[in-house]
């Protein structure tokens, strides 16, 4: 019987972790919190579900601009998730793939490996990005597959082709990232709320949810923008119900009350800030990172960019097996947009499929829990802790050789 094999997708905002043999993962946030009204707790994890009043809420992340800098928090969270979720398995016996972004630095590799191996004591370590793992779960049967991951931090594009070696190889060459994420996008609705609104500058938690809840991607978005000029009462305006944590434990969204009088409000009411463009404007961001000053180009442009820098025999199977993954996917009209904007770039000759899993966010994970199933191919892409604690003065190179990272 071989070990069991533990997925953690260690992404920047959450922790995307299960063993192969569950059915579907945990999703743990990847961070401590603090809450003004307990300043003595901490919160690991998913321990902020206990919390009654998350107003105020005070993030302490390891990730800063997508890598991990804060190591101690790093270690308490994978010890909440190894030593608490899965407290009935043996890291000694037990087999774990692990991700990280693209482009990491060569030292945070090391510590990660030293981590997992020395402290926690893995039987086996497979260290490698989202894009591989997505591609081990795409269902349609190309040689190609270009992944689009845009999650907290960065959005990235990497293409990947067909090996006998490892089943999927990323053309490094091809791979482009974009500064912009969820963590950007959140920020900006904050800042423009704060601006036109309120002070919501500390309600990092609540806005985050109400851009998940209300914000879309525009396919005609010099035309909506010109109706919100235009008239103030449209069908793109929407109230967002503020939680109070005493009568509304989440905020929500519902249709504007016109005749409200927002200078001398009820103070029965519960409080609402009201969004028209904002809506669409803040996910803009991901298609035209300019509209702030970030000297980029988005992410229609990068995925042309990258594809183009390959060789043209293989450039229409990527056109033609595009699947969006991370938590920005999830986006309304996304894909849409996307797809639209793809096409006026892609050759009339090639087709465009854009694939928008059901759930974007752990896709990755799936195709991890797919892999751990192929025992031979895991155990060749994996170093073991035999390996690793032969290697001696090497310890630090044979991960960073071995892995495709």
């Known amino acids: 019987m071989s070990n069991p094999v533990l997925i953690i997708d260690n992404g920047a905002a959450t922790i995307k972790c299960g063993l192969a043999s569950s059915e579907s993962p945990n999703i743990i946030p990847n961070c401590k919190m603090k809450v003004k009204s307990e300043r003595q707790r901490q919160y690991i994890g998913d321990q902020i579900d206990d919390c009654k009043d998350c107003s105020g809420l005070y993030y302490i992340l390891p990730h800063q601009k997508g890598f991990i800098m804060n190591w101690d928090t790093q270690r308490e969270v994978w010890d909440y998730v190894i030593n608490s979720k899965y407290k009935h398995i043996d890291p000694k016996e037990t087999q774990l793939i692990i991700t990280e972004p693209y482009f990491n630095f060569k030292q945070i590799q090391n510590n990660i490996d030293e981590v997992l191996f020395e402290e926690f004591g893995f039987a086996s370590v ?28 960065f959005t990235h594009i990497a293409p990947y082709i067909c090996s006998e070696k490892s089943k999927f190889m990323k053309l490094k060459h091809g791979v482009r990232r974009v500064d912009v994420g969820g963590k950007l996008l959140t920020n900006h609705l904050k800042d423009i709320i704060s601006y036109r609104q309120m002070n919501v500058m500390d309600e990092t938690y609540v806005i985050n949810q109400c851009k998940e809840d209300v914000c879309f ?20 305006v929407t109230d967002y119900i503020l939680p109070d944590y005493t009568n509304v434990k989440r905020g929500y969204a519902k249709e504007p009350n016109w005749r409200a009088n927002r200078l001398n409000p009820n103070p029965d009411d519960p409080q609402f800030v009201r969004l028209a463009n904002e809506r669409f404007q803040v996910p803009e961001l991901l298609f035209n990172p ?62 465009l499929n854009v694939n928008l899993p059901k759930n974007p966010t752990t896709y990755p994970w799936f195709g991890g829990k797919e892999l751990g199933s192929h025992d031979d191919l895991l155990k060749k892409l994996s170093v073991t802790k035999k390996e690793y604690d032969e290697s001696g003065d090497n310890k630090r190179s044979i991960c960073v050789d071995k892995f495709d990272t």
Do not use: M, W
């Open 126 to 153: 497979l260290r490698t990005n989202t894009g591989f793992l997505s591609c081990f779960n795409s269902k349609v049967d190309t040689p190609a597959c270009l992944v689009v991951d845009s999650g907290f931090s």
């Open 290 to 351: 300019s509209d702030i000053g970030i000297n980029q180009v988005g992410i229609v442009e990068a995925i042309v960019d990258s594809i183009s820098s390959l060789p043209e025999k293989i450039q229409p199977l990527l056109y033609s097996n595009i699947v969006l993954t991370g938590g920005n996917a999830n986006i309304r009209g996304f894909k849409a947009r996307l797809a639209k904007d793809l096409r006026i770039y892609c050759p009339s000759l090639y087709d």
């Open 217 to 236: 991607v525009s396919t005609k978005f010099h035309e909506e923008l010109k109706t919100c000029e235009q008239k103030k009462r449209n069908n793109i």
